[in-house]
């Protein structure tokens, strides 16, 4: 069974400087999708970064940013320029093409500091 | 565009009592999942309904959870008696048939509290 982990249950950050979120996987597959969702508080959860499996090519969305090592099984999320409003619970998750389910991290409580 | 909606957003019940919980996925999209969040732990996946079919109901914890998918629209999520670990935050997601199928929108949630 595929397995997320997150190793940081809470991270702060300096208003506009950068952070990086961790996340590692186990999985015996070899087609498979990874996510980052962010949840801010009392709100929505929505997708901010995604990265397939078979791409090297790191996914970038704006000041959104991933570390993909395959072979290491990691898939990390930079923040550059960390504004007040990426405040909010980052949880990593694995989809499974198998299994056609997503798998989560534990999640990352991010606290932005003015 | 509506996007997936929840109800109701939050509930408080004793323990052995009823709850309902309700989805209403994007429209169109016959994929429809419900997730779990205990406190403090990993969102944990419950079922996935294709349509109005269970395709995956591995995550269903007992038989006190009874979801339901009628005419392929809404579901329901009941759970009858609840106990104290029922406690969490229930996520519904909705998404496309085929290739995007991946591709999950998120409800708010339902923050229940099992006294």
């Known amino acids: 069974a595929q397995t997320v982990t997150q190793s940081q249950p809470e991270m702060s950050v300096q208003e506009a400087e950068t952070v990086t979120l961790s996340c590692t996987y186990d999985t015996s597959e070899s087609d498979y999708y990874l996510f980052w969702y962010k949840q801010p508080p009392s709100r929505q959860m929505i997708l901010v970064i995604r990265?397939?499996?078979?791409?090297?090519q790191n996914a970038t969305e704006n000041r959104f940013s991933v570390n993909f090592q395959k072979a290491a099984k990691s898939f990390s999320l930079k923040i550059s320029d960390s504004q007040l409003g990426d405040a909010a619970m980052y949880f990593c998750a694995y989809w499974s093409q198998g299994a056609q389910k997503l798998v989560f991290g534990q999640g990352t409580r991010l606290t932005i500091n003015p | 565009e509506a996007g997936v909606t929840q109800f109701p957003s939050h509930s408080v019940i004793e323990k052995g009592q009823t709850v309902t919980l309700r989805c209403d996925p994007i429209?169109?999209?016959?994929?429809l999942y419900w997730y779990r969040r205990v406190m403090g732990k990993e969102i944990k996946f419950l079922l996935h309904f294709v349509k109005e079919s269970k395709q995956d109901e591995s995550g269903m914890p007992n038989n006190r959870f009874l979801a339901e998918r009628t005419g392929g629209t809404y579901s329901t999520l009941k759970v009858q008696p609840a106990e104290l670990e029922d406690s969490g935050v229930y996520f519904c997601?909705?998404?496309?048939?085929?290739?995007?199928?991946?591709?999950?929108?998120f409800g708010p949630g339902t923050r229940l509290t099992v006294l």
């Open positions: 997601a909705s998404s496309p048939m085929g290739r995007d199928i991946y591709e999950q929108f």
């Open positions: 429209s169109g999209h016959d994929n």
């Open positions: 990265q397939e499996a078979y791409k090297q």
